[in-house]
């Protein structure tokens, strides 16, 4: 069972009245949480990856996270243009802004996936995020870094990236610094003294967030970066390998719909946040499968480079084979078979027949 709280009803100092909005967590809630935990232990538990693997899938994370957080927010490029303007290929169709916001995405995402021991989560570093967020967008130069000095509304966006209808309003500019520095020096102090379960703080610090609005442009984005940041933070560190930005994109009316209903009462005597939670943490719960998924020998497409999946699909069909097959079939050079070969055996889906030059291979 998670630890939710040591004392629910110990009167605390939160944005809002935190305690009295998780005061009665519903047992699905707690179920959810337990079950993320569980995985999470088996992640670091389990973790058998090798450098190189885990190197492919953070790239391949990278762009999909890039992709589906800026489609969120009505961008049209694919996960296929993502790559290849990393590369440094320019994709004429589409407009510059659209470029823009995946190169400065893409780059803070990767920042954070490496450096994340090293970032203190606090009000520099957010509006030092949403400088680098928006580094490279020419129409944010004004206003990257700074609190909003008007008022703004948060749109659902459609695929076509047209608003289709305003959320909710949000907080009103010459409110909105003294309200972000309390939510973000009472999450600062409640996650290090661990009171609450963290993925309850850190999913209050999101609906507060996005609640407030504290920047002209660029806050859903954001959010979405800090949640990687907060959640590796506090121990969830198969953030860099699962997409929980897809996740979110492939979801998008249940996370409009969970926002919506949680947000329009923050305030007001009838708080509730259940709904936004159950999102949060259905997402959290879904990525931590999909992690854990990767340890398994079954996930070996996601796991093998090209050419060691080449090998697999050789050795896969065949009923034995040697190495001198493996090079006459697939075309690929002797080290490199030898290397396919002993990741298989690693991962127990192949094994081997003899010793030295006569050895032969066959599928478990």
């Keep these: 069972m998670p630890k939710i709280s040591k004392k629910l009803t110990k009167p605390y100092s939160a944005p809002d009245n935190f305690s009295k909005r998780i005061k009665n967590i519903p047992p699905g809630i ?27 899938l953070k790239r391949s994370v990278l762009i999909t996270s890039t992709g589906a957080s ?47 021991k090293g970032l203190k989560f606090n009000e520099n570093l957010i509006k ?21 000095k008007g008022e703004n509304k948060v749109h659902m966006i459609d695929d076509a990236g ?44 999101l609906v507060e967030f996005l609640k407030i609005h504290p ?28 997409s929980h930005e897809k996740l979110v994109e492939d979801n998008k009316p249940d996370y409009y719909i969970a926002l919506r209903r949680s947000q329009k009462n923050l305030g007001t005597k009838k708080e509730n946040i259940i709904d936004w939670l159950n999102f949060f943490l259905d997402t959290i719960l879904k990525q931590s499968q999909l992690a854990v998924e990767l340890l398994s ?10 050419k060691q999946l080449i090998v697999w ?25 030898k290397q396919s070969l002993e990741a298989l055996l690693r991962l127990k889906k192949i094994e081997r027949i003899g010793l030295g030059r006569s050895s032969r291979y066959r599928k478990l």
């Design 30 to 56: 707690v179920s959810k949480i337990a079950r993320i935990d569980e995985l999470k232990g088996r992640w670091i538990a389990g973790i058998r990856l090798s450098p190189q693997v885990l190197g492919r």
């Design 297 to 306: 020998k079954e996930n070996i497409e996601k796991i093998l480079s090209e």
């Design 70 to 116: 800026t489609r969120i927010e009505g961008a049209r490029l694919t996960d296929k243009d993502i790559e290849k303007l990393m590369r440094g290929i320019n994709i004429q169709k589409f407009t510059n802004r659209d470029k823009q916001e995946a190169q400065g995405y893409y780059e803070l995402l990767e920042n954070i996936f490496n450096s994340w």
């Design 215 to 242: 920047f002209t442009d660029g806050n859903g984005r954001l959010s979405r970066l800090l949640t990687n940041l907060l959640l590796l933070h506090t121990g969830y560190l198969y953030m860099p390998y699962v």
């Design 313 to 337: 699909r050789y050795v896969e069909k065949v009923k034995e084979t040697s190495t001198r097959d493996i090079m006459k079939h697939t075309k690929i050079a002797r080290p490199t078979i």
């Design 162 to 205: 047209q608003s289709i209808g305003i959320l909710f309003d949000t907080a009103p500019a010459y409110l909105t610094p003294a309200k972000m520095r309390d939510l973000i020096e009472w999450t600062q102090k409640t996650l290090k003294e661990e009171k609450y379960q963290p993925l309850l703080v850190i999913g209050n610090f």
């Design 128 to 148: 030092h995020f949403h400088r680098e967020l928006l580094k490279y967008v020419d129409k944010d130069k004004s206003h990257r870094g700074e609190n909003k």
